[in-house]
């Protein structure tokens, strides 16, 4: 693997190539991993001129790729705008990239990390703050549209009991002929209508995928059936809307003390989708 600097975007970025597939990472702002590039192909989504509304009279900007929030979703907290430089740290393997707390009091960073079974990206949100708080680390990837999601929602129990659970936003409209319910699985074609939609997976297989072309990114995160999770217990989600469309997953609501930290893993792998996916 090799490591290096660059601008890309508008960013200064920290650039790691491994094979065939090359990953970039935000050090001006973010962090975010704005890039996934594979054979000169940005699978992720650029986003220079999308924001939404913060509290206290600030923008924050998508800038588009992979970011990290924490869940619930609450302006005040989770909308606090991360455009500052970050500390960047060379690990093996990869780089760790550490944002200054943010107006929360927040502090996050993301770590990236090449391995022969594909890459690693964990999350750490540590809370700055005098007192505990209840979050969850979001970790959100956001791709070009054109695509296609899925989501798996496949059976766990046998018997007459209900086993899973299909999550709704109010905004998501089950007539959407986009959605296309599967057994075991839902897909989501990812085109513009002018009509968002989001759906989650309860409390989900720890896992969801993009067809992008003749590539399919997927993205697993170890889920704890047990545990409590934002979202009435959607653990991984897809959101669409005409600009990007979202992998999501979520870590367990946990109370965090003032100074400790809660972490939060995925795992990315990147392949050829099979004919099925792309017919």
Request: proline share 8%; with cysteine; net charge negative.
């Amino acid at each position: 693997m090799t490591l290096e600097t660059v601008s890309f975007e508008g960013h200064d970025c920290v650039r790691l190539e491994d094979g065939d597939v090359t990953v970039i990472v935000t050090i001006s702002a973010g962090p975010r991993v704005i890039g996934m590039l594979v054979e000169g192909e940005n699978l992720f989504a650029v986003l220079p001129d999308a924001t939404l509304d913060g509290p206290d009279g600030e923008r924050f900007r998508f800038h588009g790729g992979h970011r990290l929030w924490v869940a619930p979703e609450v302006p005040s907290i989770t909308y606090r705008s991360d455009d500052r430089a970050c500390a960047v740290t060379e690990i093996e393997g990869g780089v760790a990239v550490e944002a200054p707390q943010d107006g929360a009091r927040l502090a996050k960073t993301i770590t990236v990390r090449s391995t022969s079974q594909g890459w690693i990206i964990d999350h750490a949100v540590r809370n700055a703050t005098p007192r505990s708080m209840t979050v969850a680390p979001w970790a959100i990837t956001q791709f070009r549209t054109g695509g296609e999601a899925f989501l798996p929602i496949a059976p766990r129990e046998r018997g007459p009991q209900a086993d899973r659970s299909l999550v709704l936003w109010p905004y998501t409209d089950l007539g959407d002929p986009r959605i296309r319910l599967d057994r075991g699985e839902v897909r989501v074609d990812a085109v513009p209508s002018g009509a968002p939609l989001k759906l989650g997976a309860a409390p989900g297989d720890g896992w969801a995928a993009y067809r992008l072309g003749k590539h399919r990114f997927e993205k697993r995160v170890d889920v704890d059936p047990s545990a409590t999770y934002p979202d009435r217990g959607a653990a991984v989600q897809v959101y669409l809307c005409d600009e990007f469309c979202e992998l999501e997953t979520l870590g367990p609501l946990e109370v965090v003390p003032p100074g400790e930290t809660v972490t939060h893993r995925e795992h990315w792998t990147l392949a050829r989708a099979t004919v099925d996916e792309t017919s």
